[in-house]
């Protein structure tokens, strides 16, 4: 049996874990570039560092419900429960699979919150907080 050239081997998470404070936009950007997971168990979530991990296709793992991050579709919502913590992490570690279906659905978040869209939002918020 042959198999395809470009096939992408499963890769299962090695228990390497590099945690950053970041407290400039740059740090955050330069971050995302290389992470695979966003924590933000700050309450309320970090606003630039969503928007950020939404762009760059990161899933983010957040201690409580809020509007940007939706469970199991571009993150985790840990319920007020930190000790859902390692489950979280594992979730979006031990195979590609979760962490590519947050990816692609980052995709369809950026284009809901970009333009014309976004435009519509701030209208409907605006109009209902009159």
């Known amino acids: 049996k042959k198999e395809a050239e470009n096939q992408l081997e499963e890769k299962k998470y090695a228990g390497e874990v590099h945690l950053f404070y970041l407290d400039t936009e740059n740090e955050i950007v330069r971050a995302l570039d290389r992470a695979r997971v966003l924590i933000d168990l700050g309450t309320p979530p970090d606003l ?7 762009s760059a296709g990161v899933p983010q ?26 489950k979280a992490i594992k979730y979006y570690t031990q195979e590609l699979k ?30 209902q907080s009159e």
């Open 48 to 54: 630039y560092a969503q928007i950020a991990a939404i």
């Open 61 to 86: 793992i957040v201690l409580d419900e809020e509007q940007l991050v939706e469970h199991e579709k571009n993150g985790l919502v840990l319920q007020g429960d930190i000790n859902n913590l390692t």
């Open 98 to 127: 979760y962490w590519n279906e947050a990816m692609m659905y980052a995709v369809a978040k950026i284009s809901e919150l970009t333009g014309g869209n976004l435009a519509r939002r701030w209208q409907t918020w605006l109009e």
